[in-house]
């Protein structure tokens, strides 16, 4: 299992494979994670709480196996509200790899925000670029992994996600929390 995470390279990112940066623009799917890839239980970091949403291996399953790249983009916010550390976060994003790669499927990396209106944590309040509606998460990663994001593809569960799916200029999907699998199989039926 090649599971790493060095949250101190870089402040947004969270690295978990050790891959090489892609050499030629490629798509990427971009998830949302509570409500979209794991149940939403509410600032949710404890890896007891881990809950797949319905579908949502298979579907990264299937998006891995047509080539795209596998991103999570997530507002953690809180951590500047003191509710979890940021190495709660890691960990149970390190649960999600390792479970994702028992699903055949393999996350290239995750981005967050850990910034928050009402953060108690100093130097964590907003504004920052990185915090959903903006898409500066997005953007890092299209950066970092050289991604052509008119190719790409973001779905989440909320507004504030498509909102930084279309300023990073993808296609954007809004899930409706039912079945992931379902979604993935209409957007590789448009996109493929
Ligand atoms: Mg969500
Ligand atoms: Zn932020």
């Excluded at 130097?123 to 990663?141: D, F, N, S, V």
Aim: net charge neutral.
């Amino acid at each position: 299992m090649s599971i790493d995470c060095f949250p101190i390279v870089r402040p947004h990112f969270c690295r978990h494979s050790r891959g090489k940066a892609m050499v030629s623009p490629k798509p990427a799917i971009f998830l949302d994670r509570d409500g979209t890839l794991v149940r939403d239980r509410g600032y949710t970091y404890r890896i007891e709480d881990f809950a797949w949403v319905t579908g949502a291996p298979e579907a990264i399953r299937k998006f891995h196996e047509a080539g795209f790249a596998i991103f999570v983009v997530t507002n953690q916010g809180g951590i500047g509200l003191g509710m979890f550390t940021e190495q709660d976060m890691h960990r149970f994003h390190s649960h999600l790899c390792i479970e994702a790669e028992k699903n055949g499927a393999r996350i290239t990396d995750i981005a967050f925000c850990m910034h928050h209106p009402n953060a108690i944590i100093p130097g964590h309040q907003t504004p920052c670029a990185c915090r959903k509606p903006k898409p500066g998460m997005i953007l890092g990663l299209a950066s970092k992994w050289q991604i052509d994001l008119e190719q790409s593809i973001l779905i989440g569960d909320k507004q504030s996600d498509v909102d930084a799916g279309v300023a990073a200029g993808c296609h954007t999907y809004r899930f409706d929390g039912d079945d992931l699998d379902a979604l993935a199989r209409k957007v590789l039926s448009i996109h493929c």
